[in-house]
T-cell receptor, first 113, second 110 residues
Framework: DVKVTQSSRYLVKRTGEKVFLECVQD?????MFWYRQDPGLGLRLIYF???????EKGDIPEGYSVSREKKERFSLILESASTNQTSMYLC????????????FGSGTQLSVL | GDSVTQMEGPVTLSEEAFLTINCTYT??????LFWYVQYPGEGLQLLLK?????DKGSNKGFEATYRKETTSFHLEKGSVQVSDSAVYFC?????????FGKGTRLHILP
């Protein structure tokens, strides 16, 4: 079974802090994604990566950056956290016979105070 | 850019009622289409999919047909159960970029 592990389930940070959210997958998948989920807004794509050191902006990349130094690890970085970045962050990898199925980690609920 | 629009919720139905959740998309080319479901307290999971026009995806009594002419992928179920209460997300995949709609919360009353 695919396993996508996000390093923290809950995280509390202060405004202006640099925040790292880590995601590790164990299936050698090439495509990995970061979303944020907010009530009434659904899931919004922040960044995705289709290979090591490759990254693509999603729909809301402002205020975020990513790092993919190894295939299994995809990190989301908040350079200077702000209160409007309080959200549930979901990491996912693309799996399935035709790469049609997203498999999600359990999520990190980030609160920025 | 690519986008997915689905009907706003919450949708409240009685058990055994017929369900339709509308979903339309905007995309160039021929994306694959999906419905994901998020049960209370759980992560998102794939419910069904369709990869080309006129395909019908089905799972757990739910169905959706890929309609290219109307750019739609409406979710239907003939008789809903209380256990179907969840948030449903329509999504598309074009060139491995997955875009989600805002989600529709469904409440089923016993």
């Amino acid at each position: 079974d695919v396993k996508v592990t996000q390093s923290s389930r809950y995280l509390v940070k202060r405004t202006g802090e640099k925040v790292f959210l880590e995601c590790v997958q164990d299936m050698d998948h090439e495509n990995m994604f970061w979303y944020r989920q907010d009530p009434g807004l659904g899931l919004r794509l922040i960044y995705f990566s289709y290979d090591v050191k490759m990254k693509e902006k999603g729909d809301i990349p402002e205020g975020y950056s990513v790092s993919r130094e190894k295939k299994e690890r995809f990190s989301l970085i908040l350079e200077s956290a702000s209160t409007n970045q309080t959200s549930m962050y979901l990491c996912a990898t693309l799996t399935g016979q035709a790469l049609e199925k997203l498999f999600f980690g359990s999520g990190t609920q980030l609160s920025v105070l | 850019g690519d986008s997915v629009t689905q009907m706003e919720g919450p949708v409240t139905l009685s058990e055994e009622a017929f369900l339709t959740i509308n979903c339309t998309y905007t995309a160039t080319g021929y994306p694959s289409l999906f419905w994901y479901v998020q049960y209370p307290g759980e992560g998102l999971q794939l419910l069904l999919k369709a990869t080309k026009a006129d395909d019908k995806g089905s799972n757990k009594g739910f169905e959706a047909t890929y309609r290219k002419e109307t750019t739609s992928f409406h979710l239907e179920k003939g008789s809903v159960q209380v256990s179907d209460s969840a948030v449903y997300f329509c999504a598309l995949n074009r060139d491995d970029k997955i875009i989600f709609g805002k989600g529709t919360r469904l409440h089923i009353l016993p």
